[in-house]
């Protein structure tokens, strides 16, 4: 069964940097358009980072851009996410999403991972 693992979550403080990484099994990684969403308490998860398969397109929310860095590399069926930068406002739960369509839409990620706790302390 295809698995999506997390890690690389904490607590850091404002200006601070973290890693975030996501292994994939059980799907042909390179086939699949790749995604970094998180909810904040009380809100809409949102995609924050996303790569396609062709590796054509990459998409960053506003919010981010300039800060985090979507990056991933096929042989090792990984997906990161570097943060810079860190904001209060980035707090939240992430969670990396597996896609097999060159498309952003949120309906059309169709794997998910359990999410790793984010905690940017002013």
């Known amino acids: 069964q295809v698995q999506l693992v997390e890690s690389g979550g904490g607590l850091v403080q404002a200006g601070g940097s973290l890693r975030l990484s996501c292994a994939a099994s059980?799907?042909?990684?390179?086939?699949?358009?790749m995604g970094w969403f998180r909810q904040a308490p009380g809100k809409e998860r949102e995609l924050v980072a996303g790569?396609?398969?062709?590796?054509?397109?990459?998409y960053y929310a506003d919010s981010v851009k300039g800060r985090f860095t979507i990056s991933r590399d096929n042989a090792k069926n990984t997906v990161w996410l570097q943060m810079n930068s860190l904001k209060p406002e980035d707090t939240a739960v992430y969670y990396c999403?597996?896609?097999?369509?060159?498309?952003?839409?949120?309906?059309?990620?169709?794997?998910w991972g359990q999410g790793t706790q984010v905690t940017v302390s002013s």
């Open positions: 999403a597996a896609s097999p369509y060159s498309d952003f839409r949120t309906n059309l990620f169709r794997y």
């Open positions: 790569n396609t398969w062709t590796n054509t397109r990459t």
């Open positions: 059980g799907l042909t990684f390179s086939r699949f358009t």
